[in-house]
């Protein structure tokens, strides 16, 4: 089992930057591929980033791709997302996901993620 836990949401002015972090509990963190995800009001939730278990590769939606950057720190057991100009459009609720899929771009779906946190609110003001 894994519980994750997301923090570092709250208000930002469009252009600003935010860092969430995602904190994982037990053992077993360096063994899965974690990600990101957001939903919007009245909106699916959709893909973000994703990040291998060894964080030695990356995958972004092109919506963010140049602006945020996924890590994790492995003897912390916490992934991270840093966020950068930030647009009206990134105002959700975002999700940590941990996967032990191997393939990276599969990561994209939210099918293969086994455990979820319960998210923590960006908004953005223009």
């Known amino acids: 089992q894994v519980q994750l836990v997301e923090s570092g949401g709250g208000l930002v002015q469009a252009g600003g930057s935010l860092r969430l972090s995602c904190a994982a509990s037990?053992?077993?963190?360096?063994?899965?591929?974690m990600g990101w995800f957001r939903q919007a009001p009245g909106k699916e939730r959709e893909f973000v980033a994703a990040i291998s278990w060894t964080g030695r590769s990356t995958y972004y939606a092109d919506s963010v791709k140049g602006r945020f950057t996924i890590s994790r720190d492995n003897a912390k057991t916490t992934v991270y997302l840093q966020m950068n100009s930030l647009k009206p459009e990134a105002a959700a609720v975002y999700y940590c996901?941990?996967?032990?899929?191997?393939?990276?771009?599969?990561?994209?779906?939210?099918?293969?993620?086994?455990?979820w946190g319960q998210g923590t609110q960006v908004t953005v003001s223009s």
């Open positions: 996901a941990a996967s032990s899929m191997s393939g990276i771009v599969a990561l994209r779906s939210r099918n293969e993620y086994r455990y």
């Open positions: 037990g053992r077993t963190f360096s063994s899965y591929s």
